[in-house]
């Protein structure tokens, strides 16, 4: 057990829907970060956030925003869905290395399974 | 290009055989090297972190080396048993983290 907990695992929904995914991080760690792994696809980067605030953004559309609260947890939501979106979604958390930089160790949840048909 | 490279993609071994799994990276400066195995369908979990001044470190049957000169990483396997079947990430910092597309390894009985 990671310690980051996801939820839900599995979700089922249909194209032009809205979804929220919700990540509670380990006790402790102020960075949360959300990947999309596409079937047999290796794990792209969409955002990070450290301490409420957003530190990074990769690959996210515009149709995805998240946001993380006061107490830590983080969310990620995904508008006007489209089969494309279908995909495991990770997240992460870690403790800030020295100076700022990303070079802790991950700890990964295991993950939201959203399917759109 | 990603500045990150795995190989090879994929990998079917017999149980209890070795192998080498490599990654090449272009990321600079250059913080660590972390090596995750993922289980399909799960979140990955780390396996060895490289510093600059490592060259080798072990963990359990998996052995992982660092040439930071040449910028190449390697995760050796060794007496391959049947969990050992799952992707295998490597995950290079810098000021940021990039990831390689992962090595697929299959064990077959």
């Known amino acids: 057990d990671s310690g980051v907990t996801q939820t839900p695992k599995h979700l089922i929904t249909a194209t032009g829907q809205r979804v929220t995914l919700r990540c509670s991080p380990r006790s402790g760690d102020l960075s949360v970060y959300w990947y999309q792994q596409s079937l047999d696809q290796g794990l792209q980067f969409l955002i990070q956030?450290?301490?409420?605030?957003?530190?990074a953004k990769g690959n996210i559309l515009e149709r995805f925003s998240a946001q993380q609260f006061p107490d830590l947890h983080s969310e990620l939501n995904l508008s006007s869905l489209e089969l494309g979106d279908s995909a495991l979604y990770f997240c992460a958390s870690s403790v800030r290395g020295v100076g700022g930089a990303n070079t802790g160790e991950l700890f990964f949840g295991e993950g939201s399974r959203l399917t759109v048909l | 290009k990603n500045q990150v490279e795995q190989s090879p993609q994929s990998l079917i071994i017999l149980e209890g055989k070795n192998c080498t799994l490599q990654c090449n990276y272009t990321v600079s400066p250059f913080s660590n090297l972390r090596w995750y195995k993922q289980d399909t369908g799960r979140g990955p979990v780390s396996l060895t972190i490289m510093t600059f001044s490592e060259n080798t470190k072990s963990n359990g049957r998996y052995t992982a080396t660092l040439d930071a000169d040449t910028k190449q990483s390697s995760l050796h396997i060794t007496a391959s048993q049947l969990s050992d079947s799952a992707s295998y990430i490597c995950v290079v910092s810098a000021s940021d983290m990039r990831f390689g597309a992962g090595t697929r390894l299959t064990v077959k009985p």
């Open positions: 956030y450290y301490n409420g605030e957003e530190r």
